[in-house]
């Protein structure tokens, strides 16, 4: 089976890398180091060139190291159609710049689906128990990349709903502007229901891998089932059409309201999903144990989807979520890391139980923002031993 691939890695100036040029030559690579020492960072730069944007911050600047105008982050990536290459150049006093294949100038729209990247971290496993807002980002963030059509349709939702609200606060000042709201409930009708229908989808088959992942896991004692949950009643039997008369009737019911509170009331920026375990919902009701074998649940079957979708396993990281994990969901997850390029961050390796892995490996030792290769099994054995 083909492996998508990380095969290089350069940083210049990337959070507390100076400088780093690695080559990585095995699908499962470890990085343990200290808090504050890099490791992190390490995994952020990959997801950038994935995304086109952090997972921890929405500002730029904050990738750029301390003192320095400007930092590059560039990767090397094999696919089983050939070589991609991508680069991020950062810059305090303008927008980043995108380059694929070495053609600068592109949009973020235009790099998602190239490197597919799925990531497990701690924040992760507030994936059941956080707000809505976690769960929308999780849904959107796995279609963006099988569905490069559908950021697109997110910025542009985006953009009629923050214009529409405004218009909303403006009304009681002006009675005349609310023939203008017509206009924007129709931008808004068509562009919602095309996230809706997009997410419907998804998560018909989500729910699919992920009931199977969650019952392996639990040795079928539990059962999960994801639900969308909208403000207006909607199901995957839905044709787009529905969706939109359903959206314009109910829609129109909280105009009112709406221009009351001066804000858009109604839409996929307002949705959920829902998460059930044996009919429970575990967002309230679940223990902490099946909230974390919920959220692992999801992250392995959003490898599987991409697999489906375009043929190819994503990269997987996982940052640091071994020390959030009992033993039986690490030997879970180590089971299911033989399958794609791994890139796994850890501040200690007890737990990992190293011997039990049957697929070949390299260990770095990070520390303040430089990466040591440990190749050898004695550099291995030893830096296991000697490191607390």
């Not at 002006?174 to 998560?203: F, H, M, P, T, Y």
Request: charged share 30%.
């Amino acid at each position: 089976m083909f492996l998508l691939r990380l095969q290089r890695l350069i940083l210049q100036n990337f959070r507390n890398y100076t400088f780093l040029n690695e080559v990585f030559n095995t699908d499962l690579n470890i990085f343990v180091g200290k808090n504050a020492q890099g490791k992190t960072n390490l995994v952020e730069a990959i997801y950038l060139l994935g995304l086109g944007k952090s997972y921890r911050t929405n500002r730029d600047s904050e990738l750029i190291k301390w003192g320095c105008d400007r930092a590059l982050v560039n990767g090397m990536v094999i696919r089983n159609f050939g070589p991609i290459s991508v680069e991020i150049r950062l810059d305090n006093s303008k927008k980043k710049e995108i380059l694929l294949n070495e053609i600068p100038n592109k949009k973020i729209q235009e790099l998602l689906g190239h490197i597919n990247v799925v990531i497990f971290s701690p924040e992760d496993l507030e994936l059941v128990k956080g707000s809505p807002a976690k769960r929308r980002d999780f849904l959107d963030r796995e279609i963006s990349q099988i569905n490069t059509g559908y950021g697109h349709f997110i910025n542009m939702y985006s953009r009629v709903v923050y214009q529409r609200n405004n218009l909303l606060r403006e009304i009681p000042k002006n009675k005349k502007l609310i023939d203008s709201l017509n206009v924007w409930d129709l931008q808004l009708i068509d562009l919602g229901a095309r996230l809706v229908k997009k997410r419907l989808e998804i998560i018909k088959k989500l729910g699919i891998l992920s009931r199977l992942m969650h019952r392996k896991i639990t040795n079928g004692q539990e059962t999960l089932e994801l639900k969308y949950i909208s403000r207006f009643p909607v199901n995957e039997t839905y044709s787009m059409e529905d969706i939109k008369e359903v959206y314009s009737r109910e829609l129109s019911k909280l105009r009112e309201k709406e221009i009351y509170r001066g804000i858009t009331l109604l839409g996929p920026h307002r949705d959920d999903l829902g998460l059930f375990v044996n009919n429970t919902d575990i967002r309230v009701y679940g223990s902490q144990g099946q909230q974390r074998t919920t959220a692992l649940a999801l992250k392995l079957a959003e490898l599987e989807l991409m697999k489906s979708e375009v043929g190819e396993y994503p990269i997987l990281l996982l940052d640091d979520v071994f020390s959030e994990l009992d033993s039986t969901r690490r030997k879970f997850l180590m089971d299911v890391v033989k399958r794609v390029q791994t890139f796994v961050t850890l501040t200690s390796l007890e737990g990992l139980n190293i011997s039990g892995i049957k697929q070949e490996y390299c260990i770095y030792r990070i520390e303040e923002g430089s990466i040591i290769r440990c190749d050898s099994y004695g550099r291995v054995k030893k830096y296991i031993e000697g490191y607390p």
